[in-house]
């Protein structure tokens, strides 16, 4: 009796454990759906693609998600015509993936992978027979690109995102494509409150024969961040860049969306009146050793945060500019009005809108929201600026705050500009000044190439050097900036009780004293 009594002990002790581990694995797997959705809600405010359709069939052991994504064409329409051929229709594709969700609490135990979690998740990408063919041309028998997520029971998890390397040659076009791969891991947090990202792409070369090239090496990017108490996001970010090249053996038309590579940056949507466009001509660039970081603090309510920025040499056409040094804050901005901001901006529609119709939108919803940060004596401040350029260097160091502002400040132009407090200190080369000048001119002078009469541009240059020649003498005479060797400097000094350039007063409209006509800063009336 005693082995049959064991075997029913033991037969229960099983089906115990069986209707246990069926229970944490469907409580796993409705745990790992809230963390999944998170991160499809993350992927689809991504401005690169757009969100064709998306499902979610959860299952008692497993569950599978499948999302179909589409380029964003107004992004990547600009710089097509750099790729091969054979590449292009992928822009049109449709990229559809299926997340295939192993839930806990052992997810991989079918893979002999012991580790606990809520839930192991491998992402397999669907692909038509044409786009597996193009892709096969790349990367060969490789998968081309590998994702593993695991999911830990907290609701935090590591990302693991791997593209392998690859040759590519087109004999007849004189095409050449290396990719020397691609990894990512994100540590994340539950509802990713804070996450430590990193990055690396170790380089990649495009060669086309006829029309030039592309390359980089060495980007690294790594960011560790967490949300603060204010819902601001802290803490620091950075990105270093090896070597950049670009060569154009022709000219080639352009149309950058700068609005959008800003929003990938920072989530601000700028609209479209940022951006530029117009015609590369045949040049040469070569960027050496590029990084930026950025650190992002909080302190009770409000925000502090330092970006860097620097390179050690750019090369345009043989023109050298380099060492770049820029160190900018922003103190003392108001966390609660920040996020606030960022969630009324982001909720404007942009795509297809007209610009002056977006611009005023914008300006509304920053004039609606953002007072609090007026109130809350903001200051920015330029901690270092340095260019060494082929005609001298370039100096800048200064701030701008807003100290004391109430709102009925904001209704009498007079009130607003004695809550100003700005300093600055400036040097350039005189060439630079010369040439910012000239440009200006002729982009002002510039009218349709199909017109029968042109403007003599040389006529309208040699006006454009005299005019300032001429007033840089009358102020360098009146003491407002100095000239050392084709440098001129000057430092200026605003706050409540006036404005000061180069240690000299210059009485402003609103002030009672008669406004000297040589100041600078006194030629402008301002409308209350």
């Known amino acids: 009796m005693l082995p049959k009594r064991q075997l029913i002990i033991a037969g229960a002790a099983i089906g115990g454990l069986f209707v246990l581990y069926a229970g944490s694995s469907y409580w796993a797997g ?9 991160q499809y809600r993350m992927l689809a405010g991504v401005p690169l693609f757009k969100v064709k359709s998306h499902s979610y069939e959860r299952g008692w052991f497993s569950s599978s998600e499948t999302t179909e994504l589409v380029f964003n064409r107004h992004l ?9 051929d054979n590449m292009k229709p992928l822009l049109n594709a449709t990229i559809k993936f299926t997340n295939h969700i192993q839930h806990g609490p052992l997810p991989g135990l079918g893979s002999f992978d012991f580790r606990p979690g809520r839930a192991l998740v491998r992402t397999e990408f669907a692909m038509s027979d044409a786009t597996r063919k193009t892709l096969k041309t790349f990367f060969g028998d490789k998968e081309p690109i590998t994702i593993v997520n695991r999911i830990g029971f907290g609701g935090g998890g590591l990302l693991d995102v791997s593209v392998p390397a690859f040759d590519y040659e087109e004999a007849l076009s004189g095409v050449k494509m290396k990719w020397k791969g691609f990894d990512l891991k994100v ?11 990193e990055a690396l792409s170790p380089g990649f070369l495009l060669e086309a024969s006829s029309k030039g090239g592309v390359s980089f090496d060495g980007v690294h990017y790594a960011s560790d961040m967490r949300l603060g108490g204010t819902g601001v996001k802290l803490g ?4 270093t860049i090896g070597n950049v090249q670009l060569t154009s053996h022709e000219s080639v038309p352009y149309s950058i969306k700068l609005n959008e590579l800003i929003y990938l940056m920072t989530r601000v949507r700028v609209g479209e009146f940022v951006n530029p466009s117009g015609e590369f001509k045949p040049s040469s660039v070569v960027l050496k050793n590029f990084s930026y970081q950025i650190v992002t603090s909080e302190q009770d309510d409000f925000v502090n945060t330092r970006g860097k920025v620097n390179f050690a040499e750019l090369n345009i056409s043989d023109h050298r500019y380099g ?6 804050s922003a103190n003392h901005l108001h966390g609660p009005t920040l996020v606030k901001l960022d969630k009324a901006i982001s909720a404007i529609p942009f795509e297809g809108v007209d610009p002056a119709v ?23 401040l330029i901690n270092e600026f340095y260019l060494k350029m082929p005609t001298g260097e370039a100096k800048l160091q200064g701030s701008l705050g807003i100290n004391g502002l109430t709102p009925a400040d904001l209704n009498d132009i007079t009130l607003l500009a004695k809550r100003i407090e700005a300093e600055a200190k400036l040097s350039l ?34 006006l454009a050097r ?16 100095v000239e050392d060797k084709g440098q001129i400097s000057t430092d200026l000094n605003y706050n409540a009780q006036g404005l000061t350039i180069h240690q000299k007063k210059v009485p402003l409209p609103w002030q009672d004293e008669p406004a000297d006509a040589s100041a600078p800063a006194a030629e402008t009336k301002v409308k209350s």
């Not at 994340?188 to 996450?195: A, E, F, I, L, M």
């Open 30 to 38: 409705v745990k790992a759906e809230d963390t999944l959705q998170e």
């Open 76 to 84: 990547s329409g600009p710089y097509e015509n750099m790729l091969p």
């Open 187 to 197: 540590d994340y947090s539950h509802n990713y409150q804070d996450y430590k990202t």
């Open 236 to 239: 620091t970010s950075e990105l």
């Open 323 to 328: 060492p770049l040094r820029l160190d900018v």
């Open 358 to 380: 977006l611009r005023k939108q914008y300006v509304d919803t920053i004039k609606k929201n953002a007072v609090p940060l007026l109130e809350n004596n903001p200051k920015l």
């Open 429 to 462: 080369p005189r060439q630079t000044l010369e040439d910012l000048v000239l440009t200006q001119a002729r982009n002002l002078f510039t009218v349709d190439h199909t017109a029968e009469e042109q403007p003599n541009m040389k006529e309208v240059e040699d």
């Open 466 to 481: 005299s005019l300032l020649d001429s007033q840089l003498s009358q102020w360098k005479n009146d003491g407002y900036l």
